[in-house]
């Protein structure tokens, strides 16, 4: 797509650019040859009709004198040049003084008195003056060439000459340019098409490139050819890939240290409900052992015993089995899960916190929601949040987990009765390492980590929240990874 974009804008930019310019360069080639042919054609006219004036002006004389028939020899002289083909004369005649016509070739037009504009200003000129006229559809020159010798006016020579060939020359001239112009912009289209494949073509070829290479294809390198400009872009592409490439690897660890560190954090921070946990059941095994010693060979006291510590030894199984799979690392493996079981046992892991700080637990999740989700994944984004909904409710409240359905994607909510989080501080709390905890307390990085898990399903993670009066952090899952049963 790219390649062919920037490739046809080029081809159509420099055949249009061509196109206008030999199109203006053929228009004003014709219109100097045109102005050239004309004024070479009135030249010419000119030239022709003052030296025909001087026999004209001579007959004319020896009329005047009578020393020649009047009007026979003029006539004849006229009619004689009329009839030269080659010259195209629309018309030929002589007008006297007053403009009365004295001789032509048109019989009819004997005796007639010329008033038109040329007629007029020729009597007042002794130079020749000529204009344009059109005739059957074709363009000619109406000349008036001054009969006399010195100040002495014997009358005027009228004629006309058709422009036709000149306008066939014209016409055969715009062919030819034409086709000249064809010629040469199919000759410029080739040299553009081998320029596009020159320069053009490696240009779009590593925008290709540039456009599938993605953070799953950091491997793609570009085919190097040749040791000019291009061929040291393409290599300085393939190093800079290569730099990305080891910058994502060591990228990823990090990232991964990261959620390491806040898996270990969490841990921290319910280390005291976990050896509660653990504390307890313990406590009860060891009574039990000291009364088995205490009651003897006693089957029923000892199979009551054994119970009991299989009872307390399953609790701390189950215990240290959740701490283990939280701080389990691995590649995700999403899977169907119970929102509303998983968050159950969630909660088992803050169980101990919850009842120190006086707060009321209250899953409303529906049984029927399940969500397409890597389990550790989702494990961290509901402890995190229940573990910032405990620290903001030091003095009690109630703390609750809900569903929600939104068209086709579902929502769940963690909404607490604690102190709230301030205005100013909003935008900043899914910045890596922004805390409010005292130190030693926090990492900074439990919110962000949900945001980073949230944007890796397509999904989305809003707060709302006013001080004194609790928050609610809503994790909107896309309708890709919801099912209901």
Not at 70 to 98: A, P, Q, S, T
Not at 161 to 190: D, H, P
Not at 442 to 447: A, F, I, N
Request: glycine residues 8%.
């Amino acid at each position: 797509m790219l390649k062919s974009g920037l490739q046809i804008k080029f081809i159509l930019f420099t055949t249009i650019s061509i196109i206008i310019f030999m199109t203006i360069v053929g228009l004003l080639a014709i219109s100097r040859e045109r102005v050239l042919l004309y004024a070479e054609f009135e030249r010419r006219g000119k030239i022709f009709g003052e030296t025909l004036a001087i026999p004209i002006l001579n007959d004319l004389i020896y009329e005047r004198l009578g020393l020649v028939e009047e009007g026979g020899l003029l006539d004849n002289y006229i009619m004689e040049i009329y009839k030269n083909r080659d010259l195209d004369l629309l018309y030929l005649g002589i007008v006297d003084e007053e403009g009365k016509v004295i001789s032509h070739n048109d019989i009819t037009e004997y005796g007639k008195v010329y008033r038109d504009e040329l007629t007029v200003s020729s009597m007042d000129s002794d130079k020749t003056v000529m204009r344009r006229i059109h005739v059957d559809g074709h363009e000619a020159i109406d000349f008036a060439v001054p009969l006399s010798i010195g100040k002495k006016r014997w009358g005027t020579l009228r004629f006309a000459i058709s422009l036709e060939k000149v306008e066939q020359e014209i016409f055969s001239m715009v062919e030819r340019i034409i086709i000249i112009t064809v010629i040469l912009i199919a000759l410029a289209f080739f040299l553009i098409l081998m320029l596009t494949k020159r320069f053009i073509t490696p240009i779009t070829e590593l925008a290709s490139v540039m456009e599938r290479t993605g953070s799953d294809l950091l491997e793609t390198k570009a085919e190097v050819r040749g040791t000019d400009e291009i061929a040291v872009l393409y290599e300085r592409f393939n190093d800079m890939m290569e730099r990305i490439r080891r910058a994502n690897e060591d990228l990823k660890r990090s990232h991964e240290k990261l959620i390491q560190a806040e898996r270990l954090a969490s841990i921290g921070m319910l280390a005291a409900g976990v050896a509660h946990e653990i504390n307890n059941p313990l406590g009860g095994i060891f009574n039990c052992i000291q009364l088995m010693k205490n009651t003897g060979d006693d089957p029923k006291s000892r199979e009551k015993y054994l119970e009991l510590m299989e009872d307390g030894l399953e609790r701390i199984e189950g215990t240290v089995s959740r701490l283990l799979y939280m701080v389990r690392k691995g590649e995700q493996k999403p899977i169907k899960i119970k929102v509303r079981e998983f968050i159950g046992e969630v909660s088992q892991l803050v169980e101990y916190r919850m009842r120190k700080n006086r707060i009321v637990f209250d899953n409303q999740v529906e049984d029927r929601v399940q969500i397409f989700i890597d389990p550790q994944d989702f494990q961290l984004l509901i402890l995190n949040l229940l573990i910032n909904a405990i620290h903001a409710m030091d003095g009690g409240g109630r703390l609750t987990v809900r569903s929600l359905r939104m068209d086709s994607k579902v929502a769940i909510e963690v909404v607490d009765t604690g102190r709230g989080i301030e205005p100013q501080l909003m935008e900043k709390i899914f910045d890596p390492f922004f805390t409010t905890k005292p130190p030693g307390e926090g990492t900074g990085l439990g919110l962000w980590l949900c945001s980073e898990i949230m944007k890796n399903y397509e999904g989305e993670i809003h707060v709302r929240s006013e001080p004194a009066k609790g928050s609610c952090f809503k994790l909107i899952f896309p309708k890709e990874r919801v099912n209901y049963e």
